[in-house]
Antibody
Framework: EVHLVESGGGLVQPWRSLRLSCAAS????????MSWVRQAPGKGLEWVAN????????YYMDSVKGRFTISRDNAKSSVFLEMDSLTVEDTAVYFC???????????????WGQGTLVTVSS | EVVLTQSPATLSLSPGDRATLSCRAS??????LVWYQHKPGQAPRLLIY???NRAADVPGRFSGSASETDFTLTINSVAPEDFAVYYC?????????FGGGTKVEI
C-alpha cells in the first residue's frame, strides 16, 4: 500500500527558512516524478513544485522560484522542500503527491499525503 | 498561466441527486483536465484524468466530459460519502493550475 508522510511543518517567522520532508513507501520511489502541492487556509489547492526521478529536472510555480528548492533522496525514498525567505502568503498545508513515471504523463497525482501545516507569522 | 474557473462555488444536494460540476479553462488544455475529491483533514483523491478517464477504484457514478474548454464532472446519484470539495486541475502547460473548487454539501 502506498504511503506518503510529510513532516517538518511548524510556526516560523517571516524571512526565515524551513525544510519539509516526505517519506514514501509501498512503491518503487525512483520510478516516479514527485510533487508538492499546498493549500492556504480557506483556499484551494496550489501546485508548488515537482522533480524528476533522478533530480535532473525541476519545475516551480512562479511565486516560489528562487526561494523554494525541491530535492529527493532515492536511497531514502524521500522528497524534500527547502523553503527560504518565507512570507505570510506561504502559510498553508503542504502536501506531498506522487506523480507519474513519464514526463508526458506528469501532472496527475494519484497518491497524496495528509499534509503538514506551515504557519509563517511574527 | 491557464486559469480554471469552477462553478458553482457550492452545490447543495440530497443523497440520490445528480451533481453537475463545471470547470472552464481560459485557454485550450488539450483535454488534459483532472478532477480530485478533497475532504477536510484528508488527502485529496484522484477521480478523473484527461477529461473522462476514471482513476483506479473510483465508482462508476463519477464521470467526466468536455466541450472545448468547458469541462464537467457528473456524479450520478450522489452517495453520502461524496459530500466534499471537488477541484479541477490542468496538466497541459506549466505551471500546473487548479480551479477554486466546488463544495458539494448536504
Amino acid at each position: 500500500e502506498v504511503h506518503l508522510v510529510e513532516s517538518g511543518g511548524g510556526l516560523v517567522q517571516p524571512w526565515r527558512s524551513l525544510r519539509l520532508s516526505c517519506a514514501a513507501s509501498g512503491f518503487t520511489f525512483n520510478k516516479y516524478w514527485m510533487s508538492w502541492v499546498r493549500q492556504a487556509p480557506g483556499k484551494g489547492l496550489e501546485w508548488v513544485a515537482n522533480i524528476k526521478q533522478d533530480g535532473s529536472a525541476k519545475y516551480y510555480m512562479d511565486s516560489v522560484k528562487g526561494r523554494f528548492t525541491i530535492s529527493r533522496d532515492n536511497a531514502k525514498s524521500s522528497v524534500f522542500l527547502e523553503m527560504d525567505s518565507l512570507t505570510v502568503e506561504d502559510t498553508a498545508v503542504y502536501f506531498c503527491a506522487r506523480d507519474q513515471e513519464k514526463y508526458e504523463d506528469t501532472g496527475r497525482f494519484d497518491y497524496w499525503g495528509q499534509g503538514t501545516l506551515v504557519t509563517v507569522s511574527s | 498561466e491557464v486559469v480554471l474557473t469552477q462553478s458553482p462555488a457550492t452545490l447543495s444536494l440530497s443523497p440520490g441527486d445528480r451533481a453537475t460540476l463545471s470547470c472552464r479553462a481560459s485557454q485550450s488544455v488539450n483535454g488534459r483536465l483532472v478532477w480530485y475529491q478533497h475532504k477536510p483533514g484528508q488527502a485529496p483523491r484522484l477521480l478523473i484524468y484527461d477529461t473522462s478517464n476514471r482513476a483506479a477504484d473510483v465508482p462508476g457514478r463519477f464521470s467526466g466530459s468536455a466541450s472545448e474548454t468547458d469541462f464537467t464532472l457528473t456524479i450520478n446519484s450522489v452517495a453520502p460519502e461524496d459530500f466534499a470539495v471537488y477541484y479541477c486541475q490542468q496538466r497541459h502547460t506549466w505551471p500546473l493550475t487548479f480551479g477554486g473548487g466546488t463544495k458539494v454539501e448536504i
